[in-house]
T-cell receptor
Framework: KAGVTQTPRYLIKTRGQQVTLSCSPI?????VSWYQQTPGQGLQFLFE???????NKGNFPGRFSGRQFSNSRSEMNVSTLELGDSALYLC????????????FGPGTRLLVL | SQQGEEDPQALSIQEGENATMNCSYK?????LQWYRQNSGRGLVHLIL?????REKHSGRLRVTLDTSKKSSSLLITASRAADTASYFC???????????FGQGTRLTINP
C-alpha cells in the first residue's frame, strides 16, 4: 500500500497570504490528524477528521482550518499567514480497528517570509 | 503545550553502544508510543506500550513504562549509524488521535 502522501512538500509564502495543504491517507484509513512542528513549540496537534467530521481540535487560532472529503483526503488551510506559521506540517492517518498507531506522511515544509 | 519531557535533549554515542532516552508525562494515559524522525521528515512509529504493560520489546528496542512515576524509557541496543535521528515519545491522554508529543531526544551515532 502507498503511504500517507502530502502535497506540496515545500512552500514559500509571504505574510498575509493564505495556504492550503493536502494530505491523502493510506487507502482504507478514514481518520486523518494534522500536526504542526516548530523548533520552539515542538509537535503540536492541530485537528483530527473522521468521516468528513472534525472530531478533535487543538489550541490554534481560527486562522487554521481543515476539512475532509468523502475519499478521506484532507486539506488544511491557514489564512492571513504570520511569520510564526513557518513550520513542518505533518498529517497522519489511522487504520480502522487500530485506533492508536498513527502513520505519518513526509510533511509539508512551509516558510513564511 | 507539551505533556512529555524528554531527557536527554541530545545524546551522542559510538556505534555499537546502547542508547537510553527517557520520557516523563503529566497526566494519566491509555498508552505511550515512541516515534523516530529523520532530519525533519515524517515520523515513523516504533513501538506502543499500554498503560497496563511494564516492558515491551521489538527487535533492538526495549521500552519500559512506570505509570506510578509517569515515565518511560526507550533503550536501543547495539546502535547503528542508521539509528541517528530524533526520538519522540507521545501520549494519548487527550484522546486516541490527539497525541501529545515530547520535545524529543536527538540521537547521534558516531561510526
Amino acid at each position: 500500500k502507498a503511504g500517507v502522501t502530502q502535497t506540496p512538500r515545500y512552500l514559500i509564502k509571504t505574510r498575509g497570504q493564505q495556504v492550503t495543504l493536502s494530505c491523502s491517507p493510506i487507502s482504507g484509513h478514514r481518520s486523518v490528524s494534522w500536526y504542526q512542528q516548530t523548533p520552539g513549540q515542538g509537535l503540536q496537534f492541530l485537528f483530527e477528521y473522521f468521516s468528513e467530521t472534525q472530531r478533535n481540535k487543538g489550541n490554534f487560532p481560527g486562522r487554521f482550518s481543515g476539512r475532509q472529503f468523502s475519499n478521506s483526503r484532507s486539506e488544511m488551510n491557514v489564512s492571513t499567514l504570520e511569520l510564526g506559521d513557518s513550520a513542518l506540517y505533518l498529517c497522519a492517518s489511522v487504520p480502522p480497528g487500530a485506533q492508536e498507531t498513527q502513520y505519518f506522511g513526509p510533511g509539508t515544509r512551509l516558510l513564511v517570509l | 503545550s507539551q505533556q512529555g519531557e524528554e531527557d536527554p535533549q541530545a545524546l551522542s554515542i559510538q556505534e555499537g553502544e546502547n542508547a537510553t532516552m527517557n520520557c516523563s508525562y503529566k497526566t494519566s494515559i491509555n498508552n505511550l508510543q515512541w516515534y523516530r524522525q529523520n532530519s525533519g521528515r515524517g515520523l515513523v512509529h516504533l513501538i506502543l506500550i499500554r498503560s497496563n504493560e511494564r516492558e515491551k520489546h521489538s527487535g533492538r528496542l526495549r521500552v519500559t513504562l512506570d505509570t506510578s512515576k509517569k515515565s518511560s524509557s526507550l533503550l536501543i541496543t547495539a546502535s547503528r549509524a542508521a539509528d541517528t535521528a530524533s526520538y519522540f515519545c507521545a501520549t494519548d491522554a487527550a484522546g486516541a488521535q490527539k497525541l501529545v508529543f515530547g520535545q524529543g531526544t536527538r540521537l547521534t551515532i558516531n561510526p
